[in-house]
């Protein structure tokens, strides 16, 4: 069972980016998928989550209208587009979600905004 992330970079202000989260070994659609962050010397924060199912989601007041996560359950991807970044986005960026109980973590994609 694991989630690997992809497509942090380097962005430009005002830039955008797209991240994605593959899972394998289970069964994806089952479960609800999130996105977190975590900046040097801060607390991993919560992003974005989507619920299975009807895919309801919910966003941090912070990237609330900058980012929108989404996925699709035949390609067990989980993906968070980030526009109009921000510095303050800057952070290593976690998929996550709770399988028997307990956090699975991916191994997270750097995420960096500066000019």
Do not use: H
Not at 86 to 92: C, L, P, S, W
């Amino acid at each position: 069972v694991q989630l690997v992330e992809s497509g942090g970079d380097l962005v430009q202000p005002g830039g955008s980016l797209r991240l994605s989260c593959v899972g394998s070994g289970f069964t994806f659609s089952w479960y609800n998928m999130n996105w977190y962050r975590q900046a040097p010397g801060q607390e991993r924060e919560l992003v974005a989550s989507i619920t299975s199912g009807e895919g309801s989601t919910y966003y941090s007041a912070s990237v609330k209208g900058r980012f929108t996560i989404s996925r699709d359950n035949g390609k067990n991807t989980v993906t968070l587009q980030m526009n109009n970044l921000k510095f303050e986005d800057t952070a290593v960026y976690y998929c996550n979600m709770k399988y028997k109980g307990s956090n699975l973590w991916g191994q997270g994609t750097q995420v960096t905004v500066s000019s």
